[in-house]
């Protein structure tokens, strides 16, 4: 699998056609919803590693179903030193396969499930994280990229 041939809004005013990434590794992280307790510890991890992922010549990205609006608040909240992308149409989550039904309060739900994706300078699926669990995420993620 190869990084979808998407355009997304993004924070910071505009888009990102996930094409123009090719030549740089990329970190997509898809979690469910803007301001809640494990995506808010989930983004401030990324966020705190920004600058380890960046020497490791890797880009990284938040993407959920919010609103760029939601993201744009998210962002301003958390300091992010990086762009969050909307999906609300819910193009690249489908690409993806990271929406399921999910069980809050007792009901079945559709909602992103926490994954993350690596893809390597080639534009290359390096490896995912399917379901994950918030604590230590994010250095593992930065440990693969640095050995690719």
């Known amino acids: 699998m190869n990084l979808p041939d998407l355009t997304l809004p993004a924070t910071g005013g505009g888009t990102l056609a996930l094409?123009?990434?090719?030549?740089?590794?990329?970190?997509?992280?898809?979690?469910?919803?803007?301001?809640?307790?494990?995506?808010?510890?989930?983004?401030?991890d990324f966020g705190a590693l920004h600058g380890e992922f960046a020497a490791a010549g890797c880009k990284v990205f938040g993407i959920s179903r919010d609103s760029l609006k939601s993201?744009?608040?998210?962002?301003?909240?958390?300091?992010?030193?990086?762009?969050?992308?909307?999906?609300?149409?819910e193009a690249l989550c489908n690409a993806l396969g990271v929406i399921k039904m999910k069980n809050?309060?007792?009901?079945?739900?559709?909602?992103?499930?926490?994954?993350?994706?690596?893809?390597?300078?080639?534009?290359?699926?390096?490896?995912?994280?399917?379901?994950?669990?918030?604590?230590?995420?994010a250095e593992e993620v930065l440990e693969f990229v640095r050995s690719l």
């Open 71 to 89: 993201h744009e608040g998210f962002k301003a909240k958390l300091e992010l030193p990086f762009e969050l992308l909307s999906d609300a149409d």
């Open 104 to 137: 809050m309060y007792g009901k079945q739900v559709r909602g992103i499930e926490r994954s993350t994706f690596v893809f390597a300078a080639d534009g290359s699926l390096a490896r995912e994280w399917r379901g994950v669990k918030v604590p230590g995420h």
């Open 19 to 44: 094409p123009t990434l090719c030549g740089t590794k990329v970190v997509l992280y898809f979690y469910p919803k803007d301001n809640t307790p494990g995506c808010t510890n989930e983004t401030k």
